[in-house]
T-cell receptor
Framework: AQKVTQAQTEISVVEKEDVTLDCVYE???????LFWYKQPPSGELVFLIR??????QNEISGRYSWNFQKSTSSFNFTITASQVVDSAVYFC????????????FGTGTRLKVLA | DSGVTQTPKHLITATGQRVTLRCSPR?????VYWYQQSLDQGLQFLIQ???????AKGNILERFSAQQFPDLHSELNLSSLELGDSALYFC???????????FGQGTRLTVV
């Protein structure tokens, strides 16, 4: 079965703290993509990153970084020096691309960054 | 602005009615996806079209249907609406090769 687990329902941090959002996925497929999306209070979904199953390189984009580890089926997202504008719900998603495409989203982690 | 346009932004309708949600993908994107986001179900994938053909089907109810037209815009039809269909409906599009999807701002449907 395919599944995405975001065990942290809600996290609160104080501005400038670092925070890591966990994402654990399950699939037997060897070809897949992992995504992170941000949903700010305004409601839209904003694409943050895509990773394919053959690329385990970690990525850094400004204050954002992602750690992809196939050995533990995890794709964690770290925000360094968090800011109030980072307050949002963050979704991790798994897209299976072998045969019929399947899209599985985690339940999201609500991040509150307090000033 | 993601480049994906969804109309209307808000829709209020009564139980038993039928509504149509519209999505215009980004220029050049052949794939269109529909998602439902409700409070109790989270974000659920409904259906995907690629260049007019249905490519993938998720948790879409039989009361719901979708299509993608030759100009690549898509419509999601919801019929015999129930209170539980109240949700935010997102459309997304992606280019031919990349798996990356860009989302519209969503249509908030309220069934009363």
């Amino acid at each position: 079965a395919q599944k995405v687990t975001q065990a942290q329902t809600e996290i609160s941090v104080v501005e400038k703290e670092d925070v890591t959002l966990d994402c654990v996925y399950e699939t037997r497929d060897t070809t897949y993509y992992l995504f992170w999306y941000k949903q700010p209070p305004s409601g839209e979904l904003v694409f943050l990153i895509r990773r394919n199953s053959f690329d385990e390189q970690n990525e850094i984009s400004g204050r954002y970084s992602w750690n992809f580890q196939k050995s533990t089926s995890s794709f964690n997202f770290t925000i360094t020096a968090s800011q109030v504008v980072d307050s949002a719900v963050y979704f991790c998603a798994l897209i299976i691309t072998s045969g019929t495409y399947k899209y599985i989203f985690g339940t999201g982690t609500r991040l509150k960054v307090l000033a | 602005d993601s480049g994906v346009t969804q109309t209307p932004k808000h829709l209020i309708t009564a139980t038993g009615q039928r509504v149509t949600l519209r999505c215009s993908p980004r220029s050049g994107d052949l794939s269109v996806y529909w998602y439902q986001q409700s409070l109790d179900q989270g974000l659920q994938f409904l259906i995907q079209y690629y260049n007019g053909e249905e490519r993938a089907k998720g948790n879409i109810l039989e009361r719901f249907s979708a299509q993608q037209f030759p100009d690549l815009h898509s419509e999601l039809n919801l019929s015999s609406l129930e209170l539980g269909d109240s949700a935010l409906y997102f459309c997304a599009s992606s280019p031919p090769v990349s798996g990356e999807a860009f989302f519209g701002q969503g249509t908030r449907l309220t069934v009363v």
